[in-house]
């Protein structure tokens, strides 16, 4: 699959196998066309949310086109394009500003990662095979820049995680809806969020 990179795949691929164990291979089929669908119809005003949850491990998945983050999508060509990026980049690596968990659950972020198109941080050129605007990038994607992050988190009683809250629209109100889908032991879900501040049930 040429133009994602490896932590894409992986976070996709966790994502899918949880689902598999949750519900069932054919429904985890009809989830994966779902999610790859949504990718490709790639609605401003819409992100998408992955939430999977195996043993002790706990993945959060965000993709969101880059219009909804910084209001474009092309390369950045000027110094305040070039900050909004960046700033779009921090705030997405803040995991605490973005999402809140149960206190009981002994969640602990274990790692993040961000795949942007046009990454303006120096610690992630090169970092999740990036490239440039020409390099790295299918053609969909080079008309329609994406930004996706993952949260590793390591829950030492993962059964008190019983929902997640959610301040990506506040963070981002360019943002109106996420399509959020859950894979969990309790099973599958897809909830559609669209206020600030709302909790995806687990």
């Given at each position: 699959?040429r133009?994602?990179?490896?932590?894409?795949?992986?976070?996709?691929?966790?994502?899918?196998?949880?689902?598999?164990?949750?519900?069932?291979?054919?429904?985890?089929?009809?989830?994966?066309?779902?999610?790859?669908?949504?990718?490709?119809a790639?609605?401003?005003?819409?992100?998408?949310?992955?939430?999977?949850?195996?043993?002790?491990?706990?993945?959060?998945?965000?993709?969101s086109?880059?219009?909804?983050?910084?209001?474009?999508?092309?390369?950045p060509?000027?110094?305040?394009?070039?900050?909004?990026?960046?700033?779009?980049?921090?705030?997405?690596?803040?995991?605490?500003?973005?999402?809140?968990?149960?206190?009981a659950?002994?969640?602990?972020?274990?790692e993040?990662?961000l795949?942007?198109?046009?990454?303006?941080?120096e610690?992630?050129h090169?970092?999740?095979?990036?490239?440039?605007?020409?390099?790295?990038?299918d053609?969909?994607?080079?008309?329609?820049?994406?930004?996706?992050?993952?949260?590793?988190?390591?829950c030492?009683?993962?059964?008190?995680?019983?929902?997640?809250?959610?301040?990506?629209i506040?963070?981002f109100?360019?943002?109106?809806?996420?399509?959020?889908?859950?894979?969990?032991p309790?099973?599958?879900?897809?909830?559609?969020?669209?206020?600030?501040?709302?909790?995806?049930?687990?």
């Amino acid at each position: 699959m040429r133009g994602k990179s490896e932590s894409v795949r992986a976070g996709h691929a966790f994502f899918y196998r949880v689902a598999r164990q949750s519900v069932g291979a054919g429904i985890a089929l009809m989830l994966a066309s779902s999610v790859a669908a949504q990718h490709a119809a790639h609605e401003h005003g819409v992100a998408a949310l992955r939430v999977a949850l195996d043993g002790p491990t706990l993945l959060i998945e965000f993709d969101s086109p880059l219009d909804n983050l910084v209001g474009f999508e092309h390369a950045p060509t000027t110094a305040e394009q070039r900050s909004a990026l960046a700033s779009a980049e921090r705030r997405l690596k803040d995991f605490e500003h973005l999402f809140s968990l149960p206190a009981a659950a002994g969640c602990v972020l274990a790692e993040v990662q961000l795949d942007s198109p046009y990454p303006q941080s120096e610690e992630d050129h090169g970092h999740l095979d990036h490239g440039h605007e020409d390099e790295g990038h299918d053609d969909h994607d080079q008309a329609h820049g994406d930004m996706y992050v993952a949260y590793q988190l390591e829950c030492s009683t993962p059964s008190a995680l019983t929902g997640i809250g959610v301040g990506l629209i506040d963070a981002f109100p360019r943002i109106h809806v996420i399509r959020a889908e859950t894979a969990t032991p309790r099973g599958q879900a897809s909830v559609r969020l669209d206020r600030a501040g709302i909790t995806l049930p687990l």
